[in-house]
C-alpha cells in the first residue's frame, strides 16, 4: 500500500510538473511576469491539484505541518496510516464529486426549459440543432461524428474539431448517454446533449474530467459507417 501511494505521488508530481512546463513555454519572455524562487513554486505545484477539494483552514494547517515535518524528519513513514489517509482522501472526492453533481443538476434544469430541448428517464437532455435526412442508427451500428466536449462552465476538454479529423466507434461501446442520444439521431443532424454523471463517467476522476461532472457535447452525426448485421428469424408454420 504504501509502494502505491509513494509511486503515484511521484507520478502526480512529474505529470504535473511537465504539464506546467510545456503550457509555461510560451510565458518564458514575458518581462512583467513575477518571478518566485523555483522551491516556493514547486510549493505551488503541488498543490494544483489539490485545491479543489476545498481543505479548511484548519485541514490546510495540518498538511503544511505534515509536509514541514516529514521534510525536516520529524516524522517517518512508519507513523503513518495508510487507511486513514485513503478514507480522508476518498471522503473529499465523494464531497467534490456530490458537489460537482448538485451543479450540474442545476445547469441541466435551466439547459430544459430552452426550446426543443427534451429531458428523458435517464436523465438525458438533448436538443437538436439541425434536423438531419439520414437513417437513425441502431446502438450497435458503427457511427462517425464530429463533436466538442465541454464542462458546463463552457471550458472545452476535448474536440475532435480541433483535431482536424472525425471518429469512429460502436455506438453501444461508448459512455450511455452518447449511445441513447445518437439512437435517437438522424444522419446529418447536429445535437447538444447534457449528460449526467451517471450515465457519463460516474464519480470517479477519469483523465481531465473531473468525478460527478455533468458534460455537455455538440456533436454532428456524419455517417453511419457500418450497419449492423443481424439474423432475420421468419415466422412459419412450424414455429408459430
Given at each position: 500500500?504504501?509502494k502505491?501511494?509513494?509511486?503515484g505521488?511521484?507520478?502526480?508530481?512529474s505529470?504535473?510538473?511537465?504539464?506546467?512546463?510545456t503550457?509555461n513555454k510560451d510565458d518564458?519572455?514575458?518581462?512583467?511576469?513575477?518571478v518566485?524562487?523555483?522551491?516556493?513554486?514547486?510549493?505551488v505545484?503541488?498543490?494544483k491539484n489539490?485545491?479543489q477539494?476545498?481543505f479548511t483552514?484548519s485541514?490546510?494547517?495540518d498538511?503544511v505541518?505534515?509536509?514541514s515535518?516529514?521534510?525536516?524528519?520529524?516524522?517517518?513513514?512508519k507513523?503513518?496510516d495508510?487507511q486513514?489517509?485513503?478514507?480522508?482522501?476518498e471522503?473529499?472526492?465523494?464531497m467534490?464529486?456530490?458537489?460537482?453533481?448538485?451543479?450540474?443538476?442545476?445547469?441541466l434544469?435551466?439547459?430544459?426549459?430552452e426550446?426543443?430541448?427534451v429531458?428523458?428517464d435517464?436523465?438525458?437532455?438533448m436538443?437538436?440543432?439541425?434536423?438531419?435526412?439520414?437513417?437513425?442508427?441502431?446502438?450497435?451500428?458503427?457511427?462517425?461524428?464530429?463533436?466538442?466536449g465541454?464542462?458546463?462552465?463552457g471550458?472545452?476538454?476535448?474536440?475532435?474539431?480541433k483535431?482536424?479529423?472525425p471518429?469512429?466507434?460502436?455506438?453501444?461501446?461508448?459512455?450511455?448517454?452518447?449511445t441513447?442520444?445518437l439512437?435517437?439521431t438522424?444522419?446529418?443532424?447536429?445535437?447538444?446533449?447534457?449528460c449526467?454523471?451517471?450515465?457519463?463517467?460516474?464519480?470517479?476522476?477519469m483523465?481531465?474530467?473531473?468525478?460527478?461532472?455533468t458534460?455537455?457535447?455538440?456533436?454532428e452525426?456524419?455517417?453511419?459507417?457500418?450497419?449492423?448485421?443481424?439474423?432475420?428469424?421468419k415466422?412459419?408454420?412450424?414455429?408459430?
Amino acid at each position: 500500500m504504501k509502494k502505491i501511494i509513494i509511486v503515484g505521488l511521484f507520478c502526480f508530481l512529474s505529470g504535473v510538473l511537465f504539464t506546467q512546463t510545456t503550457q509555461n513555454k510560451d510565458d518564458k519572455n514575458n518581462s512583467s511576469k513575477k518571478v518566485y524562487p523555483a522551491s516556493y513554486m514547486l510549493g505551488v505545484v503541488i498543490t494544483k491539484n489539490l485545491s479543489q477539494y476545498q481543505f479548511t483552514k484548519s485541514e490546510i494547517d495540518d498538511i503544511v505541518k505534515g509536509f514541514s515535518d516529514a521534510m525536516n524528519k520529524k516524522i517517518t513513514t512508519k507513523d503513518i496510516d495508510y487507511q486513514s489517509i485513503n478514507t480522508y482522501v476518498e471522503e473529499k472526492k465523494r464531497m467534490l464529486a456530490e458537489k460537482h453533481k448538485k451543479e450540474g443538476n442545476e445547469y441541466l434544469t435551466k439547459f430544459i426549459k430552452e426550446e426543443g430541448a427534451v429531458k428523458y428517464d435517464s436523465g438525458l437532455v438533448m436538443k437538436v440543432i439541425t434536423e438531419g435526412k439520414g437513417d437513425i442508427p441502431s446502438s450497435s451500428d458503427t457511427v462517425k461524428v464530429h463533436y466538442r466536449g465541454y464542462f458546463i462552465d463552457g471550458k472545452e476538454f476535448d474536440s475532435s474539431y480541433k483535431r482536424g479529423q472525425p471518429v469512429e466507434f460502436v455506438l453501444n461501446q461508448i459512455i450511455p448517454c452518447w449511445t441513447e442520444a445518437l439512437s435517437k439521431t438522424k444522419v446529418g443532424s447536429k445535437i447538444k446533449i447534457g449528460c449526467p454523471s451517471n450515465i457519463a463517467y460516474g464519480d470517479n476522476d477519469m483523465g481531465p474530467i473531473p468525478g460527478g461532472s455533468t458534460l455537455l457535447f455538440d456533436i454532428e452525426l456524419l455517417d453511419i459507417s457500418k450497419k449492423s448485421t443481424s439474423i432475420e428469424v421468419k415466422e412459419t408454420k412450424e414455429n408459430k
